[in-house]
Nanobody
Framework: QVHLVESGGGLVQPGGSLRLSCAAS????????MGWYRQAPGKQRELVAS???????NYADSVKGRFTISRDYAKISVYLQMNSLKPEDTAVYYC???????????????WGQGTQVTVSS
Protein backbone atom coordinates (compact mmCIF):
# COMPACT_ATOMS: atom_id res chain seq x y z
CA GLN A 1 0.00 0.00 0.00
CA VAL A 2 1.01 3.58 -0.67
CA HIS A 3 -0.48 6.58 1.09
CA LEU A 4 -0.25 10.32 0.57
CA VAL A 5 -1.46 12.37 3.51
CA GLU A 6 -1.95 16.11 3.20
CA SER A 7 -2.24 18.74 5.91
CA GLY A 8 -2.21 22.50 6.29
CA GLY A 9 -5.38 23.66 4.61
CA GLY A 10 -7.80 26.09 6.18
CA LEU A 11 -9.45 29.48 6.05
CA VAL A 12 -7.31 32.54 5.41
CA GLN A 13 -7.97 36.16 4.53
CA PRO A 14 -6.95 37.57 1.14
CA GLY A 15 -3.26 38.42 1.19
CA GLY A 16 -2.54 35.77 3.79
CA SER A 17 -0.36 32.68 3.66
CA LEU A 18 -0.72 28.95 4.14
CA ARG A 19 1.71 26.05 3.91
CA LEU A 20 0.51 22.68 2.69
CA SER A 21 2.36 19.49 3.49
CA CYS A 22 2.13 16.04 1.97
CA ALA A 23 3.89 12.95 3.28
CA ALA A 24 4.18 9.69 1.38
CA SER A 25 4.41 6.33 3.11
CA UNK A 26 4.17 2.63 2.35
CA UNK A 27 5.97 0.20 0.09
CA UNK A 28 7.79 2.86 -1.93
CA UNK A 29 10.84 2.03 -4.01
CA UNK A 30 11.25 5.43 -5.62
CA UNK A 31 9.34 8.61 -6.47
CA UNK A 32 9.67 10.60 -9.65
CA UNK A 33 7.63 13.81 -9.77
CA MET A 34 5.64 15.19 -6.84
CA GLY A 35 3.18 18.01 -7.12
CA TRP A 36 0.03 19.81 -6.14
CA TYR A 37 -3.24 20.08 -8.03
CA ARG A 38 -6.40 21.93 -7.12
CA GLN A 39 -10.06 21.73 -7.98
CA ALA A 40 -12.53 24.53 -7.43
CA PRO A 41 -16.30 23.93 -7.44
CA GLY A 42 -17.56 23.44 -10.98
CA LYS A 43 -14.07 23.43 -12.46
CA GLN A 44 -11.64 20.80 -13.65
CA ARG A 45 -8.68 19.75 -11.56
CA GLU A 46 -5.62 21.75 -12.56
CA LEU A 47 -1.89 21.54 -11.92
CA VAL A 48 -0.64 24.12 -9.43
CA ALA A 49 3.02 23.15 -9.15
CA SER A 50 5.25 20.14 -9.61
CA UNK A 51 8.83 19.25 -8.81
CA UNK A 52 11.11 16.53 -10.18
CA UNK A 53 14.61 15.76 -8.98
CA UNK A 54 17.27 17.70 -10.85
CA UNK A 55 14.84 20.00 -12.64
CA UNK A 56 13.40 23.44 -11.98
CA UNK A 57 9.91 23.42 -10.45
CA ASN A 58 6.96 23.95 -12.73
CA TYR A 59 4.17 26.40 -11.79
CA ALA A 60 0.81 27.38 -13.17
CA ASP A 61 0.90 30.94 -14.49
CA SER A 62 -1.76 31.98 -11.99
CA VAL A 63 0.48 31.18 -9.00
CA LYS A 64 3.94 32.14 -10.25
CA GLY A 65 5.67 34.49 -7.85
CA ARG A 66 3.23 33.67 -5.04
CA PHE A 67 3.56 29.91 -4.47
CA THR A 68 6.70 27.89 -3.85
CA ILE A 69 6.96 24.12 -4.04
CA SER A 70 9.69 22.24 -2.21
CA ARG A 71 10.55 18.65 -1.49
CA ASP A 72 12.21 16.80 1.38
CA TYR A 73 13.62 13.52 0.06
CA ALA A 74 14.52 12.21 3.50
CA LYS A 75 10.95 12.70 4.76
CA ILE A 76 9.39 11.66 1.43
CA SER A 77 7.39 14.85 1.54
CA VAL A 78 6.41 17.76 -0.64
CA TYR A 79 5.33 21.21 0.49
CA LEU A 80 3.50 24.15 -1.02
CA GLN A 81 4.09 27.58 0.48
CA MET A 82 1.26 29.85 -0.62
CA ASN A 83 1.64 33.60 -0.15
CA SER A 84 -0.48 36.56 -1.22
CA LEU A 85 -3.51 34.31 -1.41
CA LYS A 86 -6.50 35.43 -3.45
CA PRO A 87 -10.15 34.37 -3.31
CA GLU A 88 -9.66 32.63 -6.66
CA ASP A 89 -7.15 30.30 -4.99
CA THR A 90 -10.06 28.75 -3.07
CA ALA A 91 -10.19 25.05 -3.93
CA VAL A 92 -9.50 21.55 -2.69
CA TYR A 93 -5.78 20.96 -3.04
CA TYR A 94 -4.53 17.47 -3.86
CA CYS A 95 -1.06 16.05 -3.49
CA UNK A 96 0.16 13.87 -6.36
CA UNK A 97 3.21 11.67 -6.76
CA UNK A 98 4.51 9.28 -9.41
CA UNK A 99 5.59 6.28 -7.37
CA UNK A 100 7.27 3.00 -8.14
CA UNK A 101 6.31 0.42 -5.54
CA UNK A 102 8.76 -2.12 -4.17
CA UNK A 103 8.85 -5.09 -6.53
CA UNK A 104 7.50 -3.11 -9.48
CA UNK A 105 9.27 -1.63 -12.51
CA UNK A 106 6.58 0.90 -13.36
CA UNK A 107 5.60 4.29 -11.96
CA UNK A 108 1.95 5.04 -11.20
CA UNK A 109 0.26 8.25 -10.06
CA UNK A 110 -1.03 8.36 -6.49
CA TRP A 111 -3.28 10.99 -4.94
CA GLY A 112 -3.90 12.31 -1.48
CA GLN A 113 -7.38 12.78 -0.07
CA GLY A 114 -7.35 16.54 -0.59
CA THR A 115 -7.32 19.50 1.77
CA GLN A 116 -9.62 22.50 1.57
CA VAL A 117 -8.16 25.97 1.15
CA THR A 118 -10.60 28.85 1.48
CA VAL A 119 -9.53 32.44 0.91
CA SER A 120 -12.18 34.83 2.14
CA SER A 121 -12.62 37.93 4.26
Amino acid sequence: QVHLVESGGGLVQPGGSLRLSCAASGSIASINAMGWYRQAPGKQRELVASITGGRSPNYADSVKGRFTISRDYAKISVYLQMNSLKPEDTAVYYCNADIRRIGSTLYYPYWGQGTQVTVSS
